[in-house]
């Protein structure tokens, strides 16, 4: 059969570092062969939040019309917790996602990938609803740009929220702006939290379940990570494509699969000695899976 995605139009790469300076991103992207990026805007485990500068927003607009990268999507900081049950923590972590968004609108990036939060003192249904209504927030504050807020699926570690597409779900329902929130599906998160996709039937349950309960048209991005831990481990470890408990199968699924074809496909896998070379292989393999199946 005829594929509808050629190789060359995958919307492939890996998540890339900004040491030296944004625009640094489109340097390393094109030494591993990237067609898609994620980056962070600052540094991610910091509270500070840097203005970007002209100079600086100029010197990445030029790397990134010369790159052969076609979309840049980011991930917010660590520390962000926009379920933070105690008010000093939220109001920090609604101040600064707003800080975020505004950071990717000065840069021409239009997904801001973030996680959910963990719940604290409050149960998971009320975390849920100030998550929602933390974005809520946030979009009114950054009204006119259109940043879509993606919320990227967790593993479900510790009391992290988000860990199934129902609670990914009641967090959409109360956000008010429909158009300004998306979802990231984590491979690793999704397997760790008890979604099987290791068999192409396995694979179909949980894809038509996420279309059911999510909808396709709110995905937005993908991380592609193996996983060290096995299934409904609730442990967030990311291992090399095809080298952890999921295997290269579940990855030829998603390759192959039209649902994904337009959507940014990211690696968070360990980046090796030189802080690239695992990068090379791990793409090279998701790439070999298309063509496997291309014959
Ligand atoms: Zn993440
Ligand atoms: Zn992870």
């Not at 600052?42 to 509270?47: A, E």
């Not at 209504?133 to 950054?142: F, G, Q, V």
């Not at 959409?172 to 929130?181: N, T």
Request: hydrophobic share 35%; aromatic share 6%; proline share 2%.
């Amino acid at each position: 059969m005829k594929k509808t995605t050629t190789n060359k139009e995958l919307l492939l790469g890996a998540h890339m570092s900004v040491a030296g300076g944004l625009y640094t991103a489109f340097e390393r992207a094109e030494r591993v062969g990237c067609t898609a990026i994620q980056i962070f805007t600052k540094n991610s485990n910091q509270w500070n939040d840097p203005v970007i500068s002209t100079e600086d927003i100029a010197k990445y607009r030029e790397g990134r019309n010369k790159s052969k990268v076609q979309i840049v999507v980011s991930h917010d900081s660590y520390l962000i917790n926009l379920c933070g049950a105690n008010d000093k923590l939220l109001e920090k972590s609604r101040e600064a996602f707003v800080k975020e968004i505004k950071r990717c609108d000065a840069l021409e990036i239009r997904h801001l990938i973030f996680h959910p939060g963990a719940h604290t003192i409050l149960g998971r249904k009320e975390s849920l609803r100030l998550v929602a209504d933390s974005l809520n927030y946030a979009h009114k504050a950054t009204e006119g740009d259109d940043i879509i807020s993606v919320i990227e699926t967790t593993a479900g570690q510790g009391t992290t929220v988000g860990s199934s597409f129902e609670e990914i779900a009641e967090i959409i329902s109360g956000v008010k702006d429909k158009k300004r929130v998306g979802v990231c599906i984590d491979t690793c998160h999704i397997f760790a939290a008890g979604y099987d996709i290791r068999t192409s039937n396995d694979y179909e349950k949980t894809m038509s379940d996420f279309d059911k309960i999510i909808g396709f048209e709110k995905l937005h991005a993908v991380h592609l990570n193996d996983a060290k831990k096995p299934l409904n481990s609730h442990v967030d470890r990311h291992e090399h494509i095809g080298k952890g408990e999921i295997g290269k199968g579940a990855f030829g699924f998603i390759m192959n699969d039209d649902r994904f074809s337009k959507i940014p496909k990211i690696l968070e896998t360990p980046k090796g000695e030189n802080g690239y070379e695992m990068d090379i292989v791990n793409l090279r393999t998701l790439r070999e899976l298309v063509e496997e199946a291309s014959i």
